[in-house]
Each structure stands twice: as C-alpha cells, then as structure tokens.
C-alpha cells in the first residue's frame, strides 16, 4: 500500500509539473487567439459583430445568418453588409526564408487560410463603460444571453462600447484596430474604426522580434460589400443578397480644399467629406421600379432605403507627421467585389511573385480586370445601364473599395487611420407611409397623385415619388458622417446621456403590469431628467408608444391599461433635462435618451387571470380557431391559443381526437390563463382538426375569501376545440 501511495505521488508531481511547463510555454509561445472569435455590438440601432483575425465574413459561424451592421435593429433582416475584407503589401521585402520580393501583399478575405500563415490574432476583446442592465420578465432574465459580450469594464471610456482587435502579420507590421461604438441617439448608427500599423517586426504570434528592418512602400486596402439591405434583398430578388445590385457613390474630390471648414448642426450636410456610399438599385429582371425595395406582393413598405458606407476622418501623412494627410486616401471607389475578394496570393513564397504583383498594384489602384475605378460608379453609368451588374459582371456584386498609402516605416515607427461606417435612410415609418401610397398607385394605373415630394412639390409619377424620398438617405448619411467627423475632431466630447437603470423587471399581474427599475448611476449628476417608460403590442418590431414619464426618485409604473390575452413589450431609459446639450455644434439640442436596448423587455408580459374558481368555467379562445382571423385576434401572435379561468396549479395535455398526445404545459404561476402557440412537443405546427384538452389539478385550490376547497389535486376535466388552417 505504500509503495501505491508513492507511486501515486510521484505521478501527481510529474502532472504538475508537466502543467508547469505546458503554462510556460504557453506564454512564452504568445496568446493564439481562434480565428473564429467574434464580439458582437448590440446595445443600439446599430449591431453588428467583429472577428478575431480582422475582417468580417457573413456565414462564418456556419449558419448562413449575414447578420453584419444591422440597421435599424429594431426589426428583422436588417443586414446591411455581407463581407468585409482587407490586403496589405510592401515592397522590397525579404522574407524569414531569405527570399527577396520586389513586391510583397496578401490578402485576409474568404476563409481561415490567412490564419497561422499571414497574419497572427493576439488581442481580441470588448470593453464596457458600465455593466450590462439586467431585464427580468416575470422571473426570467431576458438579457442573460449578453453575458459574454463583454470582456472588461472601464467607466473612463467615453463610448458606450470599444472593441480591440491587435493583429501580428508575417511582414512584422502590426495591425490594432479600435472600434468605438456610442448610443447617444444623434451619434448611434455608425462605428468609429482606429486603424494603428506599426513596424514591430514581430511575424507570429510570440513575443520575440523577428525582423528590425525598415517596411518600404506600405499600402492597406479594404473592400466592403453591402447588400442594403438583405430584407430590401429579399424583395429585390435575384442575388442582391450579395449586392449585386448595389450603385458605390463617393465624395470628396473637393476635399483637399475644404479641410479646414468647421463643419455645425446648422450645416451638417456637406459633400466635400472623403467618404464611399452604397444603395441598392434596379434589377434589369423586375417589371416594376425596385428602389427602396417596395413589398410588391405585399403592402409596399420599403424594405431597402438604407444607405452605407465609410467616411475618412483622419489620415496620417507619415510617421513623424501625424497631421492629416489631405490627399489619402490614394483610391476611394468601386471594385468588382469577386474579382478582388478571391484574388489569392498561395502560400506566400516566390512562387507568388506575380500575383504578388498584380495585388500591391490592385492596393495602387490598379483594378484587377480593369473592373473598379477611383470614381462614382453610380453616375458614371447609371444614366445607360440600370443594373449595375451591367457594367461590373460580377456574380458577387460591388465592393466599396479603399487604399491608402504608400508610407515608410522604419522599426517601431507607425501611422494611423481614422474611419467611421455608417448607414441611414428613412425611418420604419416612412417607408411604410411612401410605400403604402406607391403601391396604390401601382394597383391602379389611373392614380396619378398627386405626390408630395421631400421638397414640398408634386408630381403625377408614382416611382419619381418614391424613389425622391428614397434618396433622401444620402444627404441622411453624409449628414451621419458630419457628425462622426465632428466627434472624433472634438476628441469624443458629444453630450453624454444618463446611464440606464440598471435593472428593470416585468411583472404581469391580475389586474395590472408592473414595470419596476433601479436608479440610474448618473441620477445624482445634474442635468439628470427621469425615467420614461415605452409600450408595444403583440412584437417588439413596431413601434413603441410612451406610456410613463417622470422625475428622479419614482422606480415604478403600473400599467393597468393592458387587457387580457395580448402580449406587451416594454423598455425603460433614462433621459437628460437637455442641459449638458444645448450647443447644437455636435449634434441637435435637447434632453438625451439611453439606448432603448439596455432597458428592452424583449419577451412578452401579460395581464393574468385570477385563477378560474371551479373546473366548469374553463374556456379556449378562439374556438374554433380559424388561421383566417388571426387578424382580429390576439395582433402579432398568429399561433396562439388560450386557455382561460384554468386552475392556478394544473397540467394541461392536449390530445387528437383520436387520443395522441399533441404536448403537455406545466402551469405553474397561479394565475387563471395560459398561452399555447399551436406547437407539439415535438415543434411542429399543428393541423386542422378537432382536438381534446385534458385539464389535471395539481395542487388543492380553496377559496380565497371562505378557505371552502373549490377543487382537489387531481381533479379532471375535459374541452374539445378546433383547429382550422
């Protein structure tokens, strides 16, 4: 036994100090970080998620979702961009072989093969201002799932959010870029990107300096997609999904000229900034004018007025001169988005000399297949070809596309790069006020208007209505990168609004919703204004009406308007007197709101029931339940059926007419309704029919005012109903 005993010492020493080793080399080796990290953003309009190895790629994680820069966020598939992609180059280069290129680039684009190869991930994270509020609906924590989102907490930081994403590359030129992201209402639908590239000489991922020459001839280029938007896709048709459809405007020739302007809200809309926008346009197929995507087959809402893009706020002119270099970027255009994204450069030996070539020249502006140009795409061509496929010929659609440089670097020196992306364009309700109009004229041909367009005049043409409005997303947008150009120039000093509350919980009750709240951490800074409370029927993708306002030192509103059997959503900010923003330079004056997202109750609340007082009085509403009039019934719930005056404790087990089991709810909460969505156990949607609810009491119910038992666990009932689909 004690020679077992050692042995089994022995053995735990030698693990341990195998662990040791394995920890020391670990950190010795550097931190390798998956090239499948990602962060998401999704604390405003605005969400969009960032990967670890530094460019973005729609179906990464696997399930086909394009789920980059959402806007607005409010509502489904309001994915804007698909890919985005990056290259650098030199030239000049001597590789860790020995090996001399006259010219050396590669590209991070399509898949993971850059990873471990050409570039090397070593820092990847997102930093908080605050800790995300939690929202509890009826004992749930609906904001759980955000958990992970955040790796840090820092109250100086000035945005709401800021991601970091540091980048080794096998040039031994390192990559940070700093992503900021801030939810005050004016400044809240676009991102502030940092791009930092420094001559570290570092070529993998450990700490170890590889190379302490001087980089010659740097170059960085960026190509980003946009399908604007994949619902506006959806109704367009075809593959504007990957923006083949999609018309690259751009700004600025003038730039040079204008630099020194003070740019005020007074006039925020300039077009002499550096800056790249994306809409969708015609598809050659469609019979009918597809811009702004109108539901055609549906009620014409627009569902593609967004329009994105990049601003160019800041541009080093080299590294010992860091003042803005008035002249870069070197192309601001279009590019054929396939034709460059798979542009690939092998396994970075002499071999690739040649496409090494073509690619720092392609970072020169030299367009591959001469399919791109430092101009505006849209009129250039759009007067003769409609469809911008027409003149780009590429399956992939149109990519804006950026290069800057060339610089110099000697070791350790660095220059930097300040860009913002935005999207705008009309609000959820317009594009369902133009698009209702339009399409009753499309459905009848003798409805000439008149239309009133944005300028106050009218015209007698249904599309040149629609499509005015449309366009007003580009003075929308150049007006968005005003004022990121105004943030970033003041040094990130927009107006602030207050922190929300940090908790916020739902209650449904019997006769009323109860919406409680913590104070907010800035209730004590003046300024302070109070709290509101907002409301919406049925879905969270509507619009939200404001129920409640008032002042500090009230945590609490009881809504005793809802009515049984409809579902309510709610959110709660905090808002500003307006007093920390009535200069009006940066943005608009007056009171501040904190983003709707911190404070969303994104599952519904209900007004119970008191529990049913005798097994008689069980009803199920609708019935028969006919899928026709679901219109009229239960709003933005079509599956939904209720089971009313139930017992507080029972098993309800739904049953065919012919005794299958269907599924089986546990209510539990002992309140006098429950909610079924028409799903078996199995989630599938059930069939018409005729089907059998068995009701079992599990717990003993005696009467609330005499203690007389109404009825005993395991008491049983039966209702039959219908189901028409």
């Known amino acids: 036994m004690t020679k077992r005993i050692l042995k089994i010492g022995c053995t735990a020493i030698y693990m341990v100090v195998i662990v040791a080793l394995l920890l020391a080399m670990v950190e010795e080796a550097g931190a390798q970080l998956l ?36 806007w607005p966020a409010d509502y489904p598939y309001q994915d804007n961009a698909v890919i985005n992609v990056f290259w650098l180059g030199c030239q000049d280069f001597t590789n860790a072989a020995g090996d001399q290129f006259e010219k050396f680039a590669f590209p991070v684009t399509a898949d993971l093969s850059a990873i471990n190869l050409s570039i090397f991930p070593v820092e990847f994270k997102q930093v908080s201002k605050f800790e995300m509020p939690a929202v509890i609906v009826d004992g749930n924590n609906v904001t759980a799932r955000y958990a992970e989102d955040v790796d840090e907490i820092d109250p100086t930081l000035i945005a709401d959010r800021k991601i970091v ?69 959806m109704k367009i048709g075809g593959t504007q999904s990957w923006g083949q459809q999609s018309w690259v405007s751009k700004r600025g020739e003038n730039y040079a000229a204008h630099a020194g302007e003070t740019i005020t809200e007074a006039n925020g809309i300039v077009d002499w900034l550096r800056c790249g926008l994306v809409w969708a346009g015609q598809k050659r197929e469609n019979s009918f004018d597809n811009l702004g995507g109108p539901d055609v087959a549906g009620n014409g809402r627009l569902c593609a007025p967004q329009h994105a893009g990049s601003v160019i706020l800041h541009v080093d002119k080299n590294a010992g001169d860091t003042s803005d270099d008035v002249n870069q970027p070197a192309v601001l255009g279009w590019h054929a988005a396939d034709e460059q994204t798979f542009f690939g450069v092998g396994l970075l030996t002499k071999n ?49 596309w950026v290069c800057y440089g060339p610089w110099d670097l000697a070791h350790g020196e660095s220059v930097t790069i300040v860009e913002a992306e935005g999207i705008a364009g009309l609000s959820r309700q317009m594009c369902e006020t133009i698009g209702y109009r339009w399409k009753q004229a499309y459905n009848d041909a003798a409805d000439k208007g008149p239309f009133t367009l944005p300028d106050g005049s009218t015209t007698t043409d249904k599309d040149v209505y629609k499509n005015a409005w449309v366009f007003t997303g580009k003075d929308s947008l150049l007006l968005t990168f005003s004022r990121a150009k105004r943030n970033y120039d003041s040094g990130f000093k927009i107006p602030q609004p207050p922190q929300p509350p940090p908790f916020v919980e739902v209650t449904s009750g019997g006769d009323r919703i109860t919406i409680s709240w913590v104070a907010s951490a800035s209730e004590a800074e003046s300024g302070f204004g109070g709290y509101k409370v907002f409301r919406a029927i049925g879905r969270t993708d509507t619009v939200f009406q404001e129920i409640y306002s008032g002042g500090p030192g009230v945590y609490s509103f009881d809504d005793v308007e809802a009515t049984r059997g409809k579902a309510y959503y709610y959110y709660v900010v905090a808002f500003s007197d307006g007093s920390n923003n009535d200069a009006g330079v940066l943005n608009p004056r007056g009171p501040l709101y904190s983003s709707k997202f911190y404070g969303l109750a994104s599952e519904p609340a209900y007004l119970r029931r008191q529990a049913g007082t005798s097994l008689e009085g069980i009803r199920i509403v609708p019935n028969p339940y006919n899928i ?36 089986e709810i546990h209510h539990e909460n002992g309140s006098g309704d429950e909610s079924w969505n028409s799903i078996t156990s199995s989630r599938q949607v059930v069939v018409s029919g ?36």
């Open 165 to 233: 994403n540091t980048l080794n590359t096998v040039m031994g030129l390192t990559m940070t870029r700093t992503i900021y992201y801030f939810t005050q209402e004016h400044h809240n639908n676009y991102l502030l990107k940092v791009f930092t590239f420094t001559n570290t000489g570092n070529t993998d991922y450990d700490a170890e300096i590889e190379r302490t020459t001087p980089l010659k001839g740097v170059r960085f280029s960026t190509g980003v997609r946009y399908s604007v938007s994949r619902e506006g896709a």
């Open 628 to 663: 026709l009039a679901t219109k009229l019934q239960y709003v933005g719930e079509p599956d939904k059926i209720m089971f009313l005056n139930i017992p507080g404790h029972c098993t309800i087990r739904i049953f065919t007419e012919r005794g299958d089991l269907v599924n």
């Open 35 to 70: 090239g499948t990290e990602r962060r998401y953003l999704r604390v405003g309009p605005l969400q969009t998620f960032y990967s670890s190895f530094g460019r973005e790629w729609g179906d990464d994680d696997g399930n086909g979702i394009f789920d980059g820069l959402q």
């Open 352 to 400: 690739d000399q040649p496409n090494m070539i073509k690619l720092y020249d392609m970072l020169a502006g030299q367009a591959l297949r001469g399919l791109g140009g430092n101009e505006r795409f849209d009129e250039k061509y759009l007067a003769t070809n409609p469809d911008a496929f027409t003149v780009h010929m590429d399956a992939g659609g149109t990519d804006l």
């Open 690 to 725: 005729v089907y059998i609810a068995q009701f079992e009491v599990t717990e003993d119910y005696p009467d609330p005012q005499t203690g007389q038992l109404l009825y005993k666990k395991g008491d049983t009932t039966y209702r039959k109903f219908v189901i028409v689909r």
